[in-house]
Structure formats: structure tokens, C-alpha cells
């Protein structure tokens, strides 16, 4: 069986080996294990080595057929993608027409492209993982909510499962619910946490832009201080906020107190999780965020906005806390499990049950039969 695979993530080549960004290539492994023959049709970045966060696709059979990296965010790359897509249209169908089962990664400039033309092939085996925000109310870009249109569109998308993240009311026939895995059941152990009394951390995982809002934990951390809590705050990822930060950190006397771990593994964020109490995820848009169900799996209370399917994942805040992203309002939250730690406790337990139950197996399980 030929498993076709189009995607918008950028890919980078070494020593003859395709690389791709880390948690989305560990997917694409469960998803390329019951193929005979990859076929990937992506974007290629020849400039740049793999970095530390970027690993290696685990399929000795696979070829990918390089497409042009496009966006439509300007007059000129608007232009530039019309005169390209040609190119994209015919490395598309090419992949098509070889494959037995088309498997599109919505949303994304891609993704749209292979929307519309799976339209041509009715009656091949077809998945898309849309993994973005499903919510419908949500603003979202006119192009996500062209897709989500398409895939909504049972007529449009004969013999195809779309993939969503979350429970969401009126949805088709063809839409299935899903998530995504990070851990295997052999990882369910125990965590035990340092008392609250003994000192906060706080984590944040994710890169380091505003529609993440590092900024605010750093804010959050700098009230507990003034309040004569003893906090600490480790920043995992990277990204254009990181030298605002690193002169916040000096402004606000924070130096002992905050680590910026940069881009790390995934075992480090793992030892990260669970040192921490809680992670603070003041994210604008999401798909399935992996920071908040990794955080769950390992005790570490999430406090995050309601975007997306985390307030399922929440159970409307019995699993964690949902806040609107104030300072102030994140702050009074963990000021107030100071005084309740046994709620704490609870919380995070709950949130540790309901997390493990995603598991690896349950993931690959899921996809073998979609496959």
C-alpha cells in the first residue's frame, strides 16, 4: 500500500535523510508504519541543517516530492504563489495518482491545494488531519474556514474521515473526533509533587511569540514575587519574544528565578512537566495543544484560555483552570492553592487520569484503522 502524505511543514535534508520538525515527524511514524511506500509532497528547506528539535522519518521506502515553500500574506507572495502553484498542482496529482490512501494535513496553504483536488479521486481511501481550531465561531483565516467548509461537505469529500480535535455539536457523518498521543503506557508512573508550601514552579511550553503570551508568565511570576511567594518560572522553547524577555527578566530583578531552556527534547520537557505545579498557556490559537495534555499527564495543573478543545480536555475547569489571561487572575489562582493544597491534589489528579488515557497505543491503534 502507497500512503500519500501532504503537508505544509517544511522539511530539511541531510546525508540523503529527511528531517522534520520533532512532535509532528513522531505522528507521521505511527501514521507511515502500516505502508509499504511513502510518498510526501512538502516543502524543502536546502539552506538549513536539522536542528536539535528536528528528527528523522523511521520508513525505509520514501520518497518526497519537493514543492516551493508559498504564503499569501503580502501583494508580492500572493503573486509569487500564483505563478507557483502550478508547480504545487502537478506534484500534487503526481502523489495522488500513485498513492492508494491520500492523507491531507489541513489547515495550511497546502493542505487547501489538496482539498480541492482530492475532489478528482472519489474512490481512493482518503483521511485529513485538520489540526487546527475546529471551533466554527471561533476568527479563524478565510482559507482555514474554506477547508473546514470542504471537509464539512460529505459530498465534496467522498470515501475521506476528517480528523478534528475535540467533541463538537453538528458535526457530518464523515468528521471523527481525535487527539493526539505523546506517551506510551509503560510512562504512566507516579508523580510525586514538592509541597506548594515549599516553593511554586511554573512552566510554559511553546515558542516564544505573542500569540503565546510568554510575556504574561513572566508577569505572573513577578506578582507572586512582590506578594513574598517563592516561585520560580522555566521558559521551554524558542522564538522573536526571547530578547524581550531576557531584558524583562533583567528589569524585574528575575535572574535567579527564571530559566530560558530554549528549544530542548522531549525527555527534558518531560523532567520540566513534572517539577512543575503549574503550566501557564495563555495561547490565542490552537489545535490540539500538546503543552496542556503533556503538562496533565505529569501533574502539572494547566491555566489556560478556552481555546479550541481545551475546555473539553478541562472538563470545563475540573481538570485544570480556565482564565481569560489576566495577570492578576492567573496569580490569585495559584496564590489561592497555596492556601488549598489538597484541591490541588485533586485537580492534578484528575487531570492525570483523564491525560492517560491518550496513550501511544491508543493513538497508533486509532490510526491502524483508519489505515
Given at each position: 500500500?502507497?500512503?500519500?502524505?501532504?503537508?505544509?511543514?517544511?522539511?530539511?535534508?541531510?546525508?540523503?535523510?529527511?528531517?522534520?520538525?520533532?512532535?509532528?515527524?513522531?505522528?507521521?511514524?505511527?501514521?507511515?508504519?502500516?505502508?509499504?511506500?511513502?510518498?510526501?509532497?512538502?516543502?524543502?528547506?536546502?539552506?538549513?541543517?536539522?536542528?536539535?528539535?528536528?528528527?528523522?522519518?523511521?520508513?525505509?521506502?520514501?520518497?518526497?516530492?519537493?514543492?516551493?515553500?508559498?504564503?499569501?500574506?503580502?501583494?508580492?507572495?500572493?503573486?509569487?504563489?500564483?505563478?507557483?502553484?502550478?508547480?504545487?498542482?502537478?506534484?500534487?496529482?503526481?502523489?495522488?495518482?500513485?498513492?492508494?490512501?491520500?492523507?491531507?494535513?489541513?489547515?495550511?496553504?497546502?493542505?487547501?491545494?489538496?482539498?480541492?483536488?482530492?475532489?478528482?479521486?472519489?474512490?481512493?481511501?482518503?483521511?485529513?488531519?485538520?489540526?487546527?481550531?475546529?471551533?466554527?465561531?471561533?476568527?479563524?483565516p478565510w482559507s482555514y474556514r474554506l477547508q473546514q467548509k470542504i471537509l464539512r461537505n460529505t459530498f465534496l469529500t467522498r470515501n475521506m474521515?476528517?480528523?478534528?480535535?475535540?467533541?463538537?455539536?453538528?458535526?457530518?457523518?464523515?468528521?471523527?473526533?481525535?487527539?493526539?498521543?505523546?506517551?506510551?503506557?509503560?510512562?504512566?508512573?507516579?508523580?510525586?509533587?514538592?509541597?506548594?508550601?515549599?516553593?511554586?514552579?511554573?512552566?510554559?511550553?511553546?515558542?516564544?511569540?505573542?500569540?503565546?503570551?510568554?510575556?504574561?508568565?513572566?508577569?505572573?511570576?513577578?506578582?507572586?514575587?512582590?506578594?513574598?511567594?517563592?516561585?520560580?518560572?522555566?521558559?521551554?522553547?524558542?522564538?522573536?519574544?526571547?530578547?524581550?524577555?531576557?531584558?524583562?527578566?533583567?528589569?524585574?530583578?528575575?535572574?535567579?528565578?527564571?530559566?530560558?531552556?530554549?528549544?530542548?527534547?522531549?525527555?527534558?520537557?518531560?523532567?520540566?512537566?513534572?517539577?512543575?505545579?503549574?503550566?501557564?498557556?495563555?495561547?490565542?490559537?490552537?489545535?490540539?495543544?500538546?503543552?496542556?495534555?503533556?503538562?496533565?499527564?505529569?501533574?502539572?495543573?494547566?491555566?489556560?484560555?478556552?481555546?479550541?478543545?481545551?475546555?473539553?480536555?478541562?472538563?470545563?475547569?475540573?481538570?485544570?483552570?480556565?482564565?481569560?489571561?489576566?495577570?492578576?487572575?492567573?496569580?490569585?489562582?495559584?496564590?489561592?492553592?497555596?492556601?488549598?493544597?489538597?484541591?490541588?491534589?485533586?485537580?492534578?489528579?484528575?487531570?492525570?487520569?483523564?491525560?492517560?488515557?491518550?496513550?501511544?497505543?491508543?493513538?497508533?491503534?486509532?490510526?491502524?484503522?483508519?489505515?
Amino acid at each position: 500500500m502507497t500512503l500519500l502524505i501532504i503537508s505544509h511543514v517544511v522539511h530539511k535534508q541531510s546525508q540523503g535523510h529527511f528531517y522534520a520538525y520533532g512532535p509532528y515527524v513522531r505522528e507521521m511514524n505511527l501514521w507511515i508504519k502500516y505502508a509499504d511506500k511513502i510518498v510526501i509532497v512538502a516543502p524543502v528547506d536546502n539552506k538549513k541543517e536539522p536542528s536539535q528539535i528536528d528528527i528523522l522519518y523511521d520508513h525505509n521506502e520514501l520518497k518526497l516530492l519537493k514543492i516551493p515553500q508559498i504564503d499569501i500574506l503580502s501583494l508580492s507572495s500572493i503573486l509569487r504563489a500564483v505563478f507557483l502553484l502550478p508547480i504545487i498542482i502537478f506534484s500534487v496529482l503526481r502523489g495522488m495518482i500513485m498513492a492508494d490512501h491520500i492523507h491531507l494535513r489541513c489547515p495550511g496553504n497546502v493542505g487547501l491545494i489538496g482539498c480541492f483536488l482530492q475532489v478528482l479521486f472519489p474512490f481512493k481511501r482518503k483521511t485529513a488531519k485538520y489540526a487546527g481550531n475546529w471551533d466554527w465561531n471561533r476568527k479563524q483565516p478565510w482559507s482555514y474556514r474554506l477547508q473546514q467548509k470542504i471537509l464539512r461537505n460529505t459530498f465534496l469529500t467522498r470515501n475521506m474521515t476528517a480528523l478534528v480535535y475535540g467533541e463538537w455539536p453538528d458535526r457530518t457523518k464523515n468528521i471523527k473526533p481525535f487527539f493526539t498521543a505523546s506517551y506510551s503506557e509503560k510512562e504512566r508512573i507516579p508523580v510525586l509533587k514538592r509541597p506548594l508550601s515549599k516553593g511554586v514552579n511554573l512552566a510554559f511550553v511553546g515558542t516564544l511569540t505573542a500569540n503565546k503570551s510568554p510575556l504574561t508568565s513572566l508577569e505572573v511570576l513577578r506578582e507572586l514575587k512582590a506578594k513574598g511567594i517563592e516561585a520560580n518560572l522555566t521558559f521551554c522553547g524558542d522564538g522573536s519574544q526571547r530578547i524581550i524577555l531576557e531584558q524583562k527578566i533583567c528589569d524585574f530583578g528575575l535572574k535567579d528565578n527564571v530559566s530560558l531552556l530554549g528549544n530542548i527534547s522531549a525527555e527534558k520537557v518531560k523532567e520540566v512537566l513534572v517539577d512543575s505545579h503549574f503550566l501557564i498557556f495563555i495561547s490565542r490559537s490552537e489545535g490540539w495543544p500538546k503543552a496542556v495534555s503533556e503538562a496533565m499527564w505529569w501533574g502539572c495543573l494547566p491555566i489556560t484560555t478556552s481555546v479550541s478543545c481545551v475546555p473539553w480536555m478541562l472538563d470545563n475547569g475540573q481538570r485544570g483552570e480556565l482564565v481569560s489571561g489576566m495577570v492578576n487572575e492567573i496569580s490569585e489562582i495559584i496564590e489561592r492553592y497555596l492556601y488549598d493544597e489538597n484541591s490541588f491534589e485533586i485537580k492534578s489528579r484528575k487531570a492525570m487520569e483523564w491525560s492517560r488515557i491518550y496513550t501511544l497505543e491508543k493513538f497508533e491503534s486509532e490510526i491502524h484503522k483508519l489505515i
